[in-house]
T-cell receptor
Framework: DAKTTQPNSMESNEEEPVHLPCNHSTISGTDYIHWYRQLPSQGPEYVIHGLTSNVNNRMASLAIAEDRKSSTLILHRATLRDAAVYYCILAESGAGSYQLTFGKGTKLSVIP | KAGVTQTPRYLIKTRGQQVTLSCSPISGHRSVSWYQQTPGQGLQFLFEYFSETQRNKGNFPGRFSGRQFSNSRSEMNVSTLELGDSALYLC????????????????FGAGSRLTVL
């Protein structure tokens, strides 16, 4: 499976934008980039995904580098509720089954 | 609409016992997968079911098994429990069909926390 690299932890001030980086230099042409987050004592929660173009939804934005070897999850205005572990995952396309390979993720702390 | 429901949320067992965990997926979701989360190993894939068939299995011993019913509900079973089986067991469902695209999104339940004494 293609692997991703993320910083172990990051800090942000409340109401400031947060940019969470992810490197995936071995990504294949059909791999989708997914982000999930896990709040304390909860299961992972889907945040956003993309293939080649930048994506926006109500939770966040995903900026994908032109060569697709890296991406950045952008939280436009961090709140205390955004404190979580954020996972950047590559998902294969066209497989007969489906599994996600989670790394250790980035633990985001939000400072009031 | 209701999310993914896992029962029980917490349970305590002793070594050598067996345990069965249940997962009710989101209505209309036919794919159910299971993950184990421990502090040391993180989140690891256990298995995935689609239309009552196991499509894929992670690198876990045969003590870990599962099944899926015709209504897409799923159960996983761990026999002969070991201390190392203490973990959060997460179930996820998705709209994945017979052929799965990389855009497939998983919805996770809150998990079942198993403690083995």
């Amino acid at each position: 499976d293609a692997k991703t690299t993320q910083p172990n932890s990051m800090e942000s001030n409340e109401e400031e934008p947060v940019h969470l980086p992810c490197n995936h230099s071995t990504i294949s042409g059909t791999d989708y980039i997914h982000w999930y987050r896990q709040l304390p004592s909860q299961g992972p929660e889907y945040v956003i995904h993309g293939l080649t173009s930048n994506v926006n939804n109500r939770m966040a934005s995903l900026a994908i580098a032109e060569d697709r070897k890296s991406s950045t999850l952008i939280l436009h205005r961090a709140t205390l509720r955004d404190a979580a572990v954020y996972y950047c995952i590559l998902a294969e396309s066209g497989a007969g089954s489906y599994q996600l390979t989670f790394g250790k993720g980035t633990k985001l702390s939000v400072i009031p | 609409k209701a999310g993914v429901t896992q029962t029980p949320r917490y349970l305590i067992k002793t070594r050598g016992q067996q345990v069965t965990l249940s997962c009710s997926p989101i209505s209309g979701h036919r794919s159910v997968s299971w993950y184990q989360q421990t502090p040391g190993q993180g989140l690891q894939f256990l298995f995935e079911y689609f239309s009552e068939t196991q499509r894929n299995k992670g690198n876990f011993p045969g003590r870990f098994s599962g099944r899926q019913f015709s209504n897409s509900r799923s159960e996983m079973n761990v026999s002969t429990l070991e201390l190392g089986d203490s973990a959060l067991y997460l179930c996820a469902s998705s709209l994945a069909g017979a052929r799965v695209g990389g855009a497939n999104v998983l919805t996770f339940g809150a998990g079942s926390r198993l403690t083995v004494l």
